[in-house]
């Protein structure tokens, strides 16, 4: 789900494009509550370092997706991730 599909294919077309590690590119969250554990694919990370970060955001992408639709999406979410950076700083 985090990488693509066909997955050897997905997978060999991030090693020759991508120039940065996935460090936190996605992964899953758990949240217990009364009515029993929930785990969602998380596809919005933050790595941060002592002096910057690096906003991740991925996209559910299909054979039937608009590229341009899609980047709208993507810069969405990485819009609500710098919101709430910025917001901690003030």
């Known amino acids: 789900a985090l990488a693509g599909t066909p997955l050897d ?3 060999n077309d991030i090693t020759l494009n991508e120039r940065h590690p996935r460090r936190c590119y996605g992964g899953y969250v758990g949240v217990t509550d009364s ?4 785990i969602f694919v998380n596809l919005r990370c ?8 690096c906003i991740y955001a991925g ?3 299909t054979a039937k997706s608009e590229s ?6 993507t810069s969405a979410k ?3 991730l710098l919101n ?3 917001q901690s700083r003030s």
Do not use: C, M, P
């Open 46 to 53: 933050v790595h941060f370092d002592e002096s910057r970060y």
């Open 35 to 38: 009515e029993g554990t929930h």
């Open 68 to 73: 341009a639709t899609e980047w709208d999406e």
């Open 9 to 11: 294919k997905a997978l």
């Open 78 to 80: 990485s819009q609500v």
């Open 59 to 61: 996209g559910g992408i």
């Open 84 to 86: 709430a950076i910025n």
